[in-house]
């Protein structure tokens, strides 16, 4: 129930969040399920705006995914961390171009 709860997105970030980690602090909870209620606290940290939380955890849900071997689970996981390295990038490429976000060059003086 609290993975469907994690995955519905026309529901704040901070419910889904909450609801992941509820579901985490389980006890007997099956790795393929911690699995992916990792990946989508992953997912959920990253499209709420804090992907450094994201990263923070990483490690821990790379390892659960991993040791379940859950396909879905990784799934969720490498979309989530591309849009981390998409926004990194787009960042990066803002910081170094003389294009400003609205498409204008800037003048350089």
Partial sequence: MRLSIAGMFAI???IRISAGRLALG???ISD???ARHLACLYHNL???GRPDEARAMQ??????IG???????GFTLHLAESAVV???GTSERRRSSSISPLGRHRRRR
Wanted: net charge negative; charged share 20%.
């Fill in 12 to 14: 704040s970030p901070e």
């Fill in 26 to 28: 389980l006890s007997g």
């Fill in 32 to 34: 393929v399920l911690r």
């Fill in 46 to 48: 990253v499209t709420s």
């Fill in 59 to 64: 490690a821990v849900a790379d390892a659960a």
């Fill in 67 to 73: 040791l379940s071997g859950d396909i879905r689970a």
């Fill in 86 to 88: 998409y926004t990194e």
